[in-house]
């Protein structure tokens, strides 16, 4: 059963969530010996057991955001909540987190789980921006950070994922190659890869998918020959100037065991560049080119309007917005 929330209480006893609050923290200055009562035989019966943010809100204090991410795994995610954590810090919020591990009905739990917990507002990196449960929360107290919906309900920051692809990959187009491919996790309508994908397809004027590689997900070498054979089949051509786009760094990791187990080493045999910078690539010899995208800015951004939202006290829905955090493109050797 799911547990009661505050709202729950004061639908049972007919009077309003500010009048449970005042009971919940001993207000009982305008308050009959009747509601008091009833109140307390609902709270008996029900066994409600307040939540601090519970308890703050008969003083306008609820300083308790929800957090819920996609994939704690992955890279990107562990900056995103830096930025959300210090400007919670700055502004006097508390944060709960959850990790939905990449399953859309976990993720589904999570939200509802963290909206009983009665949170001021919620952001939310999601699986699926798409899923229903988007439609039953409102952009008063949300915001979605880096994958977007199409339908734009909430306010969402993300980066400029198809022009920095597109810039980045004519630059590679200038180099001569005579074959570029993008590879990717399945596309799987998410927006990340499309936008990324769609701008590498500008800069090449691609028409079709024949340049696209598709990596599988949790590909493993040793049980699953079928993406090295993709690539021993395009490094073999004789004389052929071959060059990689990788979507993210776990995808160009994923290529580079590959090329290492055929005996293929960039920039001498192929070019390459990635979205996504980490500390190792500017280790490698040589240094890869990259985007690199500021996921501290995202979180620190997402929790700045999170707090505009939250603290104007809107009445009304505003419109969806979609915020573009700049990213910087980093050039070396590795084409």
């Known amino acids: 059963m799911n547990k009661f929330t505050i709202k729950d209480i004061a639908k049972l006893a007919n009077v309003s969530t500010a009048t449970v609050s005042y009971f919940l923290n001993g207000n009982y200055a305008k308050m009959s010996i009747n509601t008091r009562r009833k109140l307390a035989d609902i709270i008996s019966k029900t066994n409600y ?11 306008n ?7 819920s991410v996609a994939d704690i795994t992955n890279p990107f995610t562990s900056p995103v909540i830096s930025g959300i954590s210090e400007r919670c810090e700055q502004y006097g919020y508390k944060m709960v987190f959850t990790n939905s591990n990449n399953d859309e009905h976990r993720e589904i739990e999570n939200i509802n789980r963290l909206r009983q917990e009665e949170v001021a507002g919620l952001i939310i990196d999601p699986v699926n921006p798409e899923s229903d449960i988007y439609s039953q929360l409102s952009n008063l107290d949300t915001v979605i950070v880096d994958r977007q919906s199409k339908r734009n309900l909430i306010d969402t920051i993300v980066t400029d994922n198809m022009q920095s692809v597109e810039a980045l990959t004519a630059k590679m187009v200038q180099k001569n190659y005579d074959d570029l491919y993008f590879v990717s996790w399945p596309l799987d309508d998410i927006s990340t890869r499309l936008h990324r994908y769609e701008g590498f397809k500008r800069a ?3 028409t079709d998918d024949h340049h696209l590689l598709i990596v599988p997900y949790n590909y493993d070498l040793n049980t699953d020959a079928s993406f090295q054979s993709q690539i021993a089949d395009i490094l073999k051509a004789p004389d052929k100037k071959v060059g990689f786009f990788a979507m993210n760094s776990r995808v160009l990791q994923e290529l580079l065991k590959v090329t290492q187990s055929l005996s293929y080493a960039y920039a001498t045999d192929f070019g ?4 996504e910078e980490f ?12 985007i690199r995208q500021d996921s501290f800015a995202i979180g620190y951004s997402a929790m700045e309007m999170l707090k505009d939202k939250l603290e104007s006290k809107l009445t009304s829905e505003p419109k969806a917005r979609v915020k573009t ?3 910087k493109e980093i050039i070396r050797a590795s084409f």
């Open 49 to 59: 057991v307040p939540s601090t943010t519970a308890r703050n809100l008969a003083k």
């Open 61 to 67: 204090e609820n300083k308790t955001i929800g957090v």
């Open 204 to 206: 090449t004027h691609d």
């Open 272 to 275: 390459v560049a990635t979205y």
């Open 279 to 290: 500390e190792w690539m500017a280790l490698m010899r040589p240094g890869i080119s990259c």
């Open 325 to 327: 955090i700049p990213t």
